[in-house]
């Protein structure tokens, strides 16, 4: 979609903005580009770059359920964000091509969940394609309100989606949390790190040296996402 600021050519008659003949179509071709001259539509980031530059992000891993008339759907996600607290919102992204998209096109909320080191094993379940992901060794039951709820998971929220916008080859998810849930417990977080699953592990404060972190890798085979920011399942 065109911003209306920057309308196409064959859309507009350019007198229509006071720019003269053809004015138009020489300032929408021109404006992709920096005052050096440098291509800035990002045609030419190499794909397999870009998805080495943000393998090197770490990332939360969670799984993603709801509910549809065919069964319960669920996936593997990397991409959560804590959008907003006031009112509570947030945002994850799929593919356009994923197996899920359909479900979450018609979906009225989700449950994700928050994964702990603990849970690679889920993570690898719900990132497969063609499973049956709710199957045995899968365990899990139905909140009172239907969306399919782990078990075994410390920490999740559920949300209403409010928003799916188009975003290249993604849909960007915006919704609002309902419910959220915590258990005071010891677990460390389950990360994915260029291509592996890790967990983050704090030692401890001295006060004449810095905070020292670091992140151990799992013997969880490499099958996450192949883009940072997108589901295993596209």
């Known amino acids: 979609m065109s911003h209306p600021a920057w309308p196409h050519a064959a859309d507009h008659e350019p007198d229509e903005y006071g720019l003269g003949d053809g004015s138009v179509a020489?300032?929408?071709?021109?404006?992709?580009?920096?005052?050096?001259?440098?291509?800035?539509?990002?045609?030419?980031?190499?794909?397999?770059?870009?998805?080495?530059?943000?393998?090197?992000?770490?990332?939360?891993?969670?799984?993603?359920?709801?509910?549809?008339?065919?069964?319960?759907?669920?996936?593997?996600?990397?991409?959560?964000?804590?959008?907003?607290?006031?009112?509570?919102?947030?945002?994850?992204?799929?593919?356009?091509?994923?197996?899920?998209?359909?479900?979450?096109?018609?979906?009225?909320?989700?449950l994700v969940?928050?994964?702990?080191?603990?849970?690679?094993?889920?993570?690898?379940?719900?990132?497969?394609?063609g499973a049956d992901r709710f199957a045995p060794p899968s365990t899990w039951t139905r909140l009172p309100t239907g969306e399919p709820l782990l078990a075994g998971t410390a920490a999740w929220v559920r949300a209403r989606l409010e928003h799916r916008l188009t975003a290249g080859d993604h849909r960007l998810l915006v919704a609002r949390v309902l419910q959220a849930h915590t258990e005071e417990d010891s677990t460390s977080p389950l990360i994915y790190h260029n291509g592996e699953y890790g967990t983050f592990k704090t030692n401890n404060f001295h006060s004449d040296g810095p905070l020292q972190r670091h992140v151990q890798s799992t013997s969880a085979p490499r099958s996450m996402p192949r883009s940072r920011n997108s589901v295993p399942d596209a």
Do not use: N
């Not at 993603?64 to 996600?77: E, I, K, N, Q, R």
């Not at 969940?113 to 394609?129: I, V």
């Open 26 to 110: 020489r300032l929408v071709a021109s404006r992709p580009m920096s005052a050096t001259g440098h291509d800035e539509t990002g045609a030419g980031v190499d794909p397999d770059t870009y998805r080495r530059v943000f393998r090197r992000q770490a990332a939360g891993v969670t799984v993603v359920t709801l509910d549809s008339p065919s069964g319960p759907v669920g996936f593997t996600a990397t991409s959560l964000v804590s959008l907003s607290l006031e009112p509570p919102l947030i945002s994850l992204s799929v593919s356009s091509a994923s197996s899920s998209w359909p479900a979450l096109r018609h979906a009225d909320t989700l």
């Open 113 to 129: 969940h928050l994964l702990s080191d603990g849970q690679a094993d889920a993570a690898q379940r719900f990132a497969a394609k």
